[in-house]
């Protein structure tokens, strides 16, 4: 007998329970499959736990799910699964869940490998969804389970291990690495405010070229591009010496080979979104050089080189302050600040004075401090922080969903008014207080009550950490005192909350009591009237603008209600009229189902924007605000588009919204007109 | 007699009682369905413990010696009788007696009382009770499924403790006593006058192998037993019970449907219920020593939502059970008394 015979009938046993449990299963009616469910995911758990359980639940796959493991969850929609959201059911305290997503990602291996036919997905489809649940999950590959996992998870969190292990095997590496790649990429073209996650995930890669036993393939290209921007991006710091070393080296250095060296650092830099720490040694270095090698080694333009010239005693100060190692990724912040040309406003300039002597208050300072650690100091995270609000105002995300309202106010402050932002950092830090003032009275955040985010938030960048907790108490304060108003508060919140550029004329098409949809066709007129260049008079979107979003998921199911800006609406490269927005979300790159993918690159998107047509952006819109004084003309709307708008409501959150009487009925009236 | 007449109109034939509080409703539902007011009767005598023992009396079944009580002077007059009885002197150490609500389910409201002290303890709500003396020996469970006055399928399910584990089919031991076993369920199928259905009752045997007869229900056991007898003999035994009750199947249907006792057992099932033996427990944890024997089947324990345990109150309570499945009956009684010792909330 073969050594590991024991394992084998160990083996043999749970596969044959698992088999008795599926058939139970199987003969259940629908009703009764509840019942008989349990024993199944524990049959799958005790098999999954054993080596070789994965084939044995693969071979399986089809005939589990025929007996219905998946009904009634997403797993029986293979199609509108996202690889991203594997990261939580993998790693999910609940037993079942990592089976349920553990057998999910087995059947697909088969449909992937041709074994098994399915209805709703293609071999093709699932091998990429595959490989980017690898691509997402690839730390489960390269690490031991941590501390906090075992005491989460128990034995599940090797039954995650086990899977990928497998998975990988089956697909191999070359793919995953590329996909992984590819979301890096994706990511970055966002250009996000904190980019921890994503060095996170550059870091495996990394780890994974040292491996000799993976073999990269064709995406190690990429990969290298990546690895290098943060870990050896010029020649000075091509076998990532350490900082230490290279600041040495730098010193050595005569001008041409600084001029080179700060060349590599910006063109990665601006390549990529990424700044590599040395360029932090490099740039302080360099503050005793004068302002030409500053200059090359930001990459500035013509603009961003004249506010250096122009400003180069405050830019001096706050390299010295803020770009330290660890804060590094503020220089790309500081180089768009710049480039924006913003210091030109005469407040700007003294603001920031302002905000390098700020004496930050003890709460604030611990603040940073707890989630930052103590070096370098709170004053330079903050500083960094303002920097890279400043530069990029797109890329702030919340941690949270509850925030957006918050979030989006911060963005649009430091895109439209930095002035404001600024001036709002120093209340936030210094008085740990924000006034605002709504229909004539002010409203403290520390006297009000507890705001729509219930937890404190850690995972979010310096400004929004110490702001963003008093604007969302402020936003729920202004809530309770619209309490009892007839309509959705938001008509009086947004333009006191945003500013006054806001609009005063105010849409919504669901009714606030009953969640059903109200006025569908001339809230859409509207719209386009207001908004749509053909239709209002070819009139841009001058400043951004507050809207209100019904959330969808990829199989187009209502998720809930989001803030979002909406900034231009233009033509696209391909002359289709499309919606740019900014999505307070950490990734504006989202799959609201029925066809509706939000593009964050590729279709003349800039930075940190996300887009998407308009008469699909239309289909999700719920509120939206508008100059009451610029009428467009909503009459000239063309029908045929506006059906189009009104199918992609009613396939997704409209469905169970429409008014008991069709939109047919509406379009006899206006038709009339 | 509105619900009757309802599902009279619909074209229902006959109503099934599946938990303890619907066996009145099917009787007082079938009596008018199956136009025999005695049904009525019948379901009133399986429901009241204490009518149930006096007519299991009168048809020649041994049971204990019992009583009804109204109040806690009853309780007291009864201890000291049966006390007396079993010739206790002064000092001995009283034998127990059981004291049971009239007509809840299951082990709810049942108590084992040795001192009068323990007699405060019951609450008034609980009056009236049926008090029973007891009876050391080896309880088991039969579930008999009754078709025209016959059985056409009789399980022995052995407890291991009683309580906390079960399984089917019973040991060798056990299933000696099958003939013996089959006449006294022939035995209560007479007496109370058992057309058709499923009965369970629970038996005694004492050491001088005795068997006295504890109660009988109408309806499907406590415990799972009937996920058991499908794990190991593949049939549905809440089919089987429609099937059973349903007075127009045949002879026939019957013969195909039920497999052989014993024989045909692919193996043997038990379940096991598990209560957190800590004051304070905070999150559930399967030990790995039950998980990965090779008989563990399966468990339906969920996660705590409190973190302190109430006490017991009935060996009903479990907060879950464990599923094992095995070839060996003795194996798989020793790894039920195992669990017994550990713990699955810590």
Redesign the interface.
Known sequence: MSPDSGAAT?LD?RVA?LD??AR?LSAASDFGKQVKL??VL??LR?VLQLPGGCAAVGARAAGLEAAGLFLGTDWARPHILIPSLSTGSLRSANADTVVLEAVSDLRLLAVAKGDLEHPMISAEQANDHLSQVLAVNLSLLFTAPTEAERVQQ??MAEVSRALLNYLVTEIGYEKVLENLVDEIWRILRQRPIQVDSVKRMITQIAVARANPDVDLGASGLGADRLISSLYGTTEGCREDPGVEIYRTRVESMDDSALQYEATGFARSMHDTGLVSPYHAVLLRFLLGKGEYLLGEAMGLSSTGRDSLLCYHELVRSLIEQAVHVETAQCIYGLTLMLERGILYQPPVAPALWRQLALRLSPHSQQRLTQVFGPAPNARAWLLSGVLSVLGLPLGIGQGDNPTCQSARALSMWAYNDPDYLLQTVVWAARDDEIVMHFEGRPISSRESDAGVSTALQHDLDPVSLLVVPHLDRIYAEMGRQCVGRDGDPHRWINPEFHGWWSGRGFRINVDVATGQLTDLEDFQRHFYASYHPFYNGNQPVIHPQPAGIAITDSAARFVGWHAITVLRVNLDPESKMRVYFYNPNNDSGQDWGDGVVVGTAGHGERFGEASLPFEQFASRLYIFHFDPLEPGESAAVDRTELDRVFGYIRRSWGADRLPAEPVADEQVQTDGH | MEIAETLKEKGVDVAIPIFEETVEWAGAINSVLLDNPRLLGQSMLLRDKSLMKRRAQLGGIRVGIFEEAHERDDVIRFLKRVNQTLLKLDGDPNDPIHVKAFDKAGCLGHRVIRTPDEIDTIPDEEFPVLMESHLDGWEFAVEAWVHNGRICFLNISEYVTLGYSVFVPATPELEKYRPEITRQVEKLIKTFDIEFGFIHPEYFVTSDGEMYFGEVAYRPPGFKVFELLERTYGFNAYHALVLAFDPKTTDAEIDAFFPKEVVDATGHAGCFGVYPRRRVVSQLSVPPETEDHDYFDSHELTAPMAEKVTKRTAFGNHWGLLYFFGEDPYTLRDLLKRQEELDFYI
Do not use: L
């Open positions: 160990t046993r329970t008795h449990a139970s349990p024993r524990e049959a005790r128990g034995r």
